[in-house]
């Protein structure tokens, strides 16, 4: 994964406005269990694809599909009124998709450096 690679950046934002855009009219902490549910059940497969599936087409949609369900779920709480507040959802949405990003850059920063060192060995 290049760090000059133009498309990445430009899908990872258009994925945090789209994570804004679904938040931008809320306020203040929530606590909804469903929530956490939703998060519980994404965040993990997120983390994991992004570990495992290094290509920028299969992280980008990955993420894309991930956010969307975000999104929806989102409009959902919106909708029927049981996200009064939202920083919660508002934290959760923006906060992890940038730790994510953060650990993915780590690992591949740490699996090329890895790669070097071995070549280094090997000669």
């Known amino acids: 994964m290049k760090l000059t ?17 679904s938040c931008i009219d809320v306020a203040v902490r929530c606590q909804s269990l469903a929530m956490i549910c939703v998060f519980a059940i994404t965040q993990p497969l997120m983390i994991a694809l992004a570990l495992f599936k290094i290509t920028h087409y299969n992280a980008a949609l990955v993420n894309l599909v991930i956010i969307s369900s975000y ?18 959802w508002f934290t959760l949405t923006v906060m992890l998709p940038i730790a994510q990003l953060i650990l993915l850059l780590l690992y591949l920063g740490l699996e090329r450096f890895a790669r070097i060192a071995q070549r280094k060995n090997q000669s």
């Open 71 to 88: 999104t929806a779920y989102s409009i959902y709480l919106r909708m029927t009124h049981e996200d009064t507040d939202g920083w919660g």
């Open 5 to 21: 690679d133009n498309r990445f950046w430009i899908v990872w934002a258009m994925t945090e406005l789209l994570l804004l855009a």
